[in-house]
């Protein structure tokens, strides 16, 4: 079955940079898009960005200048790194796939979270 | 940004009962509305995509309506496990948009 796990720093000062990865398995990841979606305490989820299994990116624009998605399909991995991380970036991190062909951009496979947080 | 407004942010309710979360968009999003159920320490899950249509493995209480900006969640013959935060996205345009949920909670 479907499967995405993603792994990196649980901690991470302020300023420095956040690094995550997704591995997926149980499915190629060519023809999907491929997502990382942060939930902070007591707030609601927040798209940060997207990667195509050709590359392409989308980010948040409230995120973009810090913001770097990358794709490696050879190892099944994508990545996230954000730089100059402060507390309001404390989150858990998910990766979640958005499946080909649907005409619309939805979630159906979910890693199952990262906490990441951030503090001296 | 297509900002998405869930109401009621949560409400209390027993087994066996009907509830409906609806959900609004700021913009006309078609039927690009998606339903996620998620339960404390868990990832989201997708349940109904494309405003109606059910994911498999989804029971058939739950069933989603609405197109253009309004759309609606419902749950029948509410059950145990049914009590958990529920999110709808807007998957229309970049950058995609979360409500900010409601909690369905046992009366």
């Known amino acids: 079955q479907v499967q995405l796990q993603e792994s990196g720093p649980g901690l991470v000062k302020p300023s420095e940079t956040l690094s995550l990865t997704c591995t997926v398995s149980g499915v190629s990841m060519r023809g999907s898009w491929w997502n990382w979606v942060r939930h902070p305490p007591g707030k609601g989820l927040e798209w940060i960005g997207s990667i195509s299994s050709t590359g392409r990116t989308d980010y948040n624009p409230s995120l973009k200048s810090r913001l770097t998605i990358s794709v490696d399909i050879s190892e099944n991995q994508f990545s996230l790194k954000l730089t100059s991380v402060t507390a309001e970036d404390t989150a858990i991190y998910y990766c979640?796939?958005?499946?080909?062909?649907?005409?619309?951009?939805?979630?159906?496979?979910w890693g199952q979270g990262s906490l990441v947080t951030v503090s001296s | 940004d297509i900002q998405m407004t869930q109401s009621p942010s949560s409400l209390s309710a027993s087994v066996g009962d009907r509830v409906t979360i609806t959900c609004r968009a700021s913009?006309?999003?078609?039927?690009?509305l998606h339903w996620y159920q998620q339960k404390p320490g868990k990832a989201p899950n997708l349940l109904i995509s494309?405003?109606?249509s059910l994911q498999s493995g989804v029971p058939s209480r739950f069933s989603g309506s609405g197109s253009g900006t309004d759309f609606s969640l419902t749950i029948s013959n509410l059950q145990p496990e049914d009590f958990a935060i529920y999110y709808c996205?807007?998957?229309?345009?970049?950058?995609?948009?979360f409500g900010g949920g409601a909690k369905v909670e046992i009366k």
């Open positions: 996205q807007q998957g229309h345009s970049s950058p995609l948009t």
């Open positions: 494309a405003a109606s």
């Open positions: 913009h006309n999003i078609n039927n690009h």
């Open positions: 979640a796939r958005d499946p080909p062909a649907t005409g619309s951009s939805e979630f159906d496979q």
